[in-house]
C-alpha cells in the first residue's frame, strides 16, 4: 500500500520486492507490472506532448514574423495573441509532464489594469472598474483565465459582455456577466476540471 501511495505522488516506479505468501506476491507482480506500464505510457505521452510543443512553436515563430508586417494596432492584438498561445503550449506540457509543484508566482496584479487591457483588446465597453486593485496571483495565469471568461461569452454570451470588479473587504470578484444561456447545473462541477 506504501509502495501505490509513493508511486501515485510521484509516477516514478518502484519494484517491490516479491516476499510474503503466493498470494500476496502474486499481487506484488500486478503491481510492478501495472507501474512500470503507467510510467510508459506517461513518458510516451510527454514525448508527444513534447514533439507538438516543438512543431506549434516553429509555427508560432512564422506568425511572428509575418505579424510585424502588420498595421500597429492589428499587430499588438496579434502578438498578444502568440504570446497567450505560446503560453497555452507551455501549461499544456507541464500539465502533461504531471508537475506535482508547478512553478506558480505569487506576486501582486493590478487587476484593474489587466481588465483595462482586455477590455481595449477586445474592444467592450468598461462596467464597474476600480482603480488600481493589487491580488497576490500569477499573472499569466490570471490573464489567461480573463481572457477565456471573455472569449466564452464573446462566443456563448449573446454580445458584448459587461466586464469589471467588485470590491469586498476580504476578496475581489472579477465580473464578466453575458446574457448568453449560462451553464447549466449538472455541468457546472465540471469547471474546475484541466482544459474544461
Do not use: C, W
Not at 520486492?17 to 503466493?22: E, I, S, T, V, W
Amino acid at each position: 500500500a506504501r509502495g501505490i501511495d509513493a508511486f501515485a505522488k510521484s509516477a516514478a516506479p518502484k519494484t517491490l520486492p516479491m516476499r510474503g505468501p503466493q498470494e500476496t506476491r502474486r499481487i506484488i507482480a500486478a503491481v510492478n507490472s501495472m507501474q512500470a506500464e503507467i510510467a510508459r505510457l506517461i513518458g510516451e505521452r510527454n514525448l508527444a506532448f513534447a514533439s507538438l510543443s516543438h512543431d506549434l512553436r516553429t509555427h508560432l515563430t512564422r506568425l511572428r514574423l509575418r505579424v510585424e508586417a502588420l498595421p500597429t494596432p492589428m499587430r499588438e492584438r496579434a502578438a498578444a495573441d502568440i504570446e497567450a498561445m505560446s503560453a497555452i503550449i507551455d501549461a499544456a506540457v507541464q500539465f502533461a509532464a504531471l508537475d506535482a509543484s508547478p512553478a506558480v508566482e505569487n506576486e501582486p496584479v493590478d487587476l484593474s489594469a489587466m481588465l483595462h487591457t482586455a477590455i481595449e483588446m477586445h474592444r467592450l465597453a468598461a462596467a464597474r472598474i476600480m482603480p488600481a486593485v493589487y491580488v497576490p496571483g500569477d499573472v499569466q495565469l490570471l490573464r489567461r483565465a480573463l481572457d477565456n471568461l471573455i472569449d466564452n461569452a464573446l462566443r456563448h454570451g449573446g454580445g458584448a459582455p459587461d466586464v469589471g470588479l467588485d470590491v469586498a473587504e476580504t476578496h475581489v470578484d472579477v465580473i464578466v456577466a453575458d446574457r448568453g444561456p449560462g451553464i447549466p447545473d449538472a455541468d457546472k462541477g465540471r469547471l474546475r476540471r484541466a482544459f474544461v
